[in-house]
């Protein structure tokens, strides 16, 4: 398994967690919302960082 696909499959499992338990995408808006946008952020620098070092 090489790093990307770790990357996805950690992300998506912190998306669900966020769904399930911290309920971010609930019709009210609170802090937890930006959960979401810095956990995608991270998401978007691991990819980056995981496909700099394969090539």
Known sequence: MNKTNLAIIIYVLGIV?????????SAE????????IIWTALFAIALYYSEKKDN
């Open 17 to 25: 967690f966020g769904i399930f338990v911290l309920d971010i995408w």
């Open 29 to 36: 808006t609170s802090p937890k919302a930006l959960l979401g």
